[in-house]
């Protein structure tokens, strides 16, 4: 469960004193989704400039130059790819027809598969976001259709964000979530991957008192604001995806949505077995009760004895490493 916020100032008339704030603001708050590693992009002097470090956002200090057009930051929760290299956090660096930065919050299954296949090369980047650079560079170009390419080339879940050395800002909307709004009276537009993020970093800064609309994205869309605030659109073609945890579905079982999925790729890095979080969804937590639990396995282990009981201990004796 990463995060991805950032900010683009098409106006300049926000002082740069706040916008420094609202991006340490906005990293800070994404922590709640991720604190293995924190970074940002920027670009200064026409080059695109990435700052990232394997620590929580809390405990860098984000400092893009005065002037700088749009922030693009990523909080990282880990799972592939040791954080303390510091080339596996995001976001990433990318050379097409021009150069541009990457994050992603969301999980990829086929990198490997595409790497294997020959599609794109090996790398030392551990990472399994890091296909989206590559499967960008190898169009050679970065614009909706190589976008779409990417989009529709990779597995599954996420939604992707890139600055280019222009000061455009890309959102390619996946199953993940994100939360952009548009200060139109100053000339800002400011996102972060969920509401409660957005909501918390504005507050701190008071810009919550500011009129905004919400930009609506919807999964398939991919977004570009360029330098003067102007969005443009395109599409992909969103791929169904079964799921790569369970064994015991049918045909006629349903998927499971894009945030169950999400809870079942990252259950793991809390110490918490896929198939235990499997057992829950099944006998019906919803899935922001089964995140708390994977915080607080004190819940966890409740919630997994009321299974036990329901369904009888013979299907649930393994249940948490046997704490049954």
């Known amino acids: ?26 990293a800070n708050a994404a922590e709640e989704r991720g604190t293995d590693a924190a ?124 600055l280019d050395q222009y000061n455009s800002l890309y959102i390619i909307k996946g199953s993940n979530p994100m939360y952009l709004l548009h200060f139109e009276t100053i000339g800002l537009y400011v996102y972060a991957s969920t509401e409660t993020i957005m909501r918390k970093a504005l507050k701190q800064l008071g810009l919550h008192k500011f009129e905004s609309k919400r930009v609506d994205t919807e999964e398939g869309d991919i977004l570009r604001i360029d330098r003067n605030g102007k969005i443009t659109r395109s599409q992909f073609e969103p791929k169904i995806y079964r799921s790569k945890y369970s064994s015991w579905y049918t045909d006629d079982f349903p998927y499971y949505s894009a945030q169950e999925e999400i809870l079942l790729a990252y259950c793991g890095c809390y110490g918490v077995d896929s198939s235990d979080v499997e057992l829950l969804l099944d006998y019906g937590y919803t899935c922001d009760e089964v995140e708390e639990m994977l915080v607080d396995h004190s819940l966890l282990r409740d919630a997994l004895r009321d299974v036990k009981y329901m369904y009888g201990a013979d299907i649930y004796e393994g249940c948490y490493g046997g704490a049954f």
Request: some cysteine; glycine content about 8%; overall charge positive.
């Open 1 to 26: 469960m990463c995060a991805l916020f950032g900010w683009l100032d098409y106006k300049g008339i926000v002082p740069y004193r706040v916008l420094k704030k609202l991006t340490q603001a906005l």
């Open 39 to 162: 970074g940002i992009s920027y670009v200064k002097d026409g080059k695109v400039t990435i700052f990232k470090r394997p620590k929580p956002a809390h405990k860098i200090h984000f400092n893009a130059p005065d002037g700088t057009k749009a922030i693009m930051g990523h909080t990282r929760l880990a799972t592939q790819g040791d954080r303390k290299q510091n080339y596996n956090n995001h976001p990433f660096a990318g050379h097409a027809d021009k150069e541009f930065a990457f994050a992603h919050n969301g999980v990829l299954w086929n990198d490997r598969e595409l790497r294997k296949d020959g599609t794109i090369p090996a790398t030392y980047i551990d990472t399994d976001s890091y296909i989206g650079v590559q499967l960008i560079e190898k169009q050679g170009k970065l614009d909706f259709e190589s976008l779409q390419y990417m989009a529709e080339t990779v597995e599954g879940n996420f939604c992707f964000t890139i």
